[in-house]
């Protein structure tokens, strides 16, 4: 643990500073692998004291691939950037980012920054005596969750046995891959989906990258027989230009909206791809864009567009943020992505109940402090993995 010496009788939250941060690496066996070689996700579990005695605990999060240099930015750079100054949650967000940014932008030390935020925003709820919903004030009591998975690799027969769970657990909606060489499997695939779902239920699509331009204009004209919710990214992540011109071509064919967000890796991207119309549902990753402080900022900048904003991944925390979102009027309320068998609660790696509840496709909360989400050492596993694995495909 980096450590400086605390400040003595320090009134409880008046001016506190971060005297001690440290982070430890773990890695989380997945349930259910992702492939053949992604049979795990990596964790950096954080810890924050402040000059006041309160504490905070975090995470940065990816899987497989990046979770040491994670790990070594945390323990490195921004412990060394983080010890003294203040402990107010969302201050250190902007020069902390300005400090790691001949590193990059974003990706490896946005995700790091998130190790460092949440902690401090877990440090301010509970010195609060609150959860985070209670800090931030919650605007409803439950959100809708999706039933999402890495299914693209799974034969036909486990992808319906797969969508058949979901709607025997009652999700009423339900996000699955595509981009297989051949659209017409694609289309086989959904067209069996959408057997099990009946026309009531919401089917979105993710193509994760896997088209560029013509090919995803070709592919959506044929996949919009079994009418998708949205079409999630279906271009190259960076290629803003690319995803104009395709909104352009599908708002005059079959009009699926398309999202992005899981691999845009700060506000400025997100404001880009809204206000060019780009895309028309934001899906940051609290974790990705550098923790609650940014994503807290995408909200804002989604509303002021009127684009819905639906979480990626990690419910037992997103499920927290999208309880606070404002409504706004003519925008769908946030949905929560629940990836089967592989939420923190689910996969054993919290010690403690998890901070949500998912039942009947429905997301709530339970009674904790701050985030409420701190990780078990039984999860830990070895710092460097014995044989590199190849890079994920991330739902």
Partial sequence: ???????????????????????????????????????????????????????????????????????????????????????????????????????????????????????????????????????????????????SGVNLHYPLDELVAQVHRWVDAGFDAVKVKVGKPDVAEDLDRLRAVREVLGPDRALMIDANQRWDLDRATRALDVLAEVSPAWIEEPLRADDLYGHLELAGRLAGSSGIPIAVGENLHNVYRFDDYLRTGAAQIVQPNVVRVGGITPFLGIAAIAAEYGASLHPHLLPELSGQLALCLRPVPGVPAPMVEDVEDAGFGPLGALDGPSPVRIADGTLTETPHAGLGIRFTPVVERTKRAETPPKSPEIP
């Fill in 1 to 147: 643990m980096t450590r400086a010496q605390p400040t003595a009788d320090a009134e409880p939250g008046v001016d506190a500073t971060i005297t001690a941060f440290d982070a430890r690496l773990l890695r989380v066996p997945l349930t259910r692998p992702w492939g053949a070689d992604v049979t795990s996700v990596g964790v950096v579990a954080t810890h924050v004291i402040r000059s006041d005695g309160a504490e905070g605990w975090g995470f940065s999060w990816t899987p497989q691939i990046g979770a040491e240099a994670v790990h070594a930015l945390l323990t490195h750079d921004i412990a060394r950037f983080a010890i003294g100054r203040s402990a107010d949650p969302g201050s250190e967000w902007l020069p902390l980012w300005q400090h790691l940014h001949e590193a990059g932008g974003g990706g490896l030390t946005t995700i790091a920054m998130a190790g460092l935020n949440l902690a401090l925003w877990d440090a301010a709820a509970r010195a609060a005596g609150t959860s985070l919903t209670g800090f931030l004030g919650a605007q409803r009591d439950s959100v809708t969750a999706y039933g």
